[in-house]
RNA sequence: GGAGGAGUGGCCGAGUGGACGAAGGCAGCGGUCUUGAAAACCGCAGCGCGAAAGCGCCGGGGGUUCGAAUCCCUCCUCCUCCGCCA
């Protein structure tokens, strides 16, 4: 949530970064409607506060008369004072009601160094690692290679759960629970703890990460309780600190999840449908970083670089690219994308996208830290950051379709065969 | 799912309508003492909004009252017993 102390204060800067930098016009009106708002809320706050006041000084008046006639004018005095401060309270509340309504539509500020771009064109190609594979045929996409491999059974996907599900069978069940386990381990060496947090989630969490109130319509939900269905682990790891003051030296808190995310994907009906690359739920190891504000800048290159690590040590060729702030998620203030190179399908899959919120989750989800020991180290808002290391699919993707072989076999990378019962390859 | 009990500051815990933002203890911070530390003693000390005065916050929400941690309603969570279950 941006705050509402930033809009107050330099209005006209919020203002024209919403509109010259992130080209959101809608954004900047409800920006300029969150300031009158804003504006109502203190004069109403003021009015109700001086009454009150009122009312709490005759209370303890009222409380030490012994006089009971003096008593009973007393009472009947503060009679309609009582009346006003409800009325205070009630409008209070609505124009509250009101202003975190738009609070919460507005998106985060980018960071000053983040280029300025109306769209994903304008993205930045950082850098390019890794060689790419050369084949002396004509590499197949996954779905052939997983079909002939017995390894894919994407139209029994189908049949029990309808498109965009698939099945992963025999060692491609293996070599994907692999990669899982291989995944954590080179992270928990990076330093991170691994927590295993519950798929289903209470509607409060989407908040608290930013998934709503503007992106419901991505999300599967329990028809009849308060349940969502985890996008992404950063949902549930985020918010296990929601609500909490965290010690200084605590920080900074890095873990490590994993578990299986589930979207909606409803605006692409049609679009990458064949495959593996967009389902309804794929698996996906996830780091979740809770920093000090001063160090997020630097914590976001840290978090790429232990997710390229991953790509680095399973050979793949990949490119790092820096969106621009038209690209930029609702709630990020920095962010970089990971693709690697997957010849079958012959793109550039997305496959870890690295983040810094700033305070902006921290804020939604009042995760605070305390500074110092001493009385005036007020809590302060941490920063928060994450990034796929990495989504699972998508590298199951490139492993399979890089690592194809001309027999129709697939080369295990070497890392991975320890997690595989050594096995060399997938024929 | 059924029956009963309970939710108070970082933690433990007192408080059943009036000077309670909340006794006491532990932990924390500052000081005295000490070569240093510990102990002992003294003091400070919750969170939010606000420039301040002040206002709000005793699981969440609502109500009664001039006044609610305290009374009422409702929801949530935890504990005990029973049922069911991987």
């Known amino acids: 949530m941006l705050d509402a102390k930033i809009l107050r ?4 800067e919020v203002l024209s970064i919403y509109r010259e930098r992130l080209f959101d016009d809608a954004a900047a009106e409800l920006a300029q409607a969150a300031l009158a708002l ?25 409380g030490r008369e012994k006089d009971a006639e003096k008593r009973a004018a007393l009472i009947k005095d503060m009679e309609s004072v009582k009346s006003e401060i409800a009325g205070y309270d009630a409008q209070l509340a609505e124009t509250e009601t009101e202003l975190d309504k738009l609070l919460l539509q507005l998106p985060n500020l980018p960071d000053p160094e983040v280029p300025t771009g109306k769209s994903d064109s304008e993205n930045k190609v950082v850098r390019e690692e890794g060689k790419q594979f050369s084949f002396t045929f004509t590499p197949k996409p996954h779905w052939e290679i997983g079909e002939s491999l017995g390894i894919i059974d994407f139209e029994r ?27 954590i381990d080179v992270h928990l060496d990076q330093g991170y703890t691994e927590v295993y947090p519950p798929f289903m989630v209470k509607e409060l969490c989407l908040y608290g990460t930013a998934q709503l109130p503007k992106f419901g319509e991505n999300l599967y939900r329990d028809a009849e ?13 985020t918010n296990l600190y929601r609500d909490e003051i965290l010690e200084n030296d605590q920080l900074p808190l890095r873990h490590v999840a994993y578990t299986a995310c589930f979207r909606r994907e409803k605006m692409a009906a049609g679009r ?19 920093v000090r504000p001063e160090d997020s800048k630097q914590a976001l290159r840290t978090l790429l670089s232990d997710a390229e690590e991953i790509l680095k040590q399973l050979e793949l060729p990949y490119r790092v690219i820096q969106m621009c702030t038209g690209d930029l998620s609702f709630a990020a203030c920095e962010k970089y994308d990971l693709e690697v190179f997957s010849p079958g399908v012959n793109e550039w899959l997305e496959v870890s996208s690295c983040s810094n919120f700033g305070d902006f989750q921290a804020r939604r989800a009042q995760i605070r830290y305390r500074p110092g020991k001493d009385k005036k180290d ?9 990034g796929s290391g990495l989504a699972l699919p998508r590298t199951v993707i490139a492993i399979l379709e890089n690592y194809q072989q001309a027999d129709g076999s697939v080369r295990v990378p070497t890392v991975l065969r320890p997690y595989l019962r050594g096995r060399e390859f997938i024929k």
């Open 272 to 290: 990458d449908t064949r495959g593996m690359k967009r389902g309804h739920q794929f698996d996906k190891v996830e780091m979740v970083q809770f």
């Open 157 to 183: 996907g189908v049949k029990i759960s309808g498109s965009r599900f698939y099945i992963l069978k025999g060692a491609g069940a293996q070599l994907q629970r692999a990669l899982i386990s291989w995944m």
């Open 9 to 12: 204060e330099r209005p006209s």
């Open 378 to 386: 007020k809590p302060r808002l941490v920063h928060t950051l994450n």
């Open 225 to 237: 309780e308060d349940f969502y269905f985890v996008p992404t682990a950063e949902v549930p790891v």
């Open 38 to 62: 804003d504006d109502k809320r203190r004069n109403l706050l003021q009015a109700a506060d001086e009454l009150k006041n009122k009312r709490n000084s005759a209370s303890q008046l009222i």
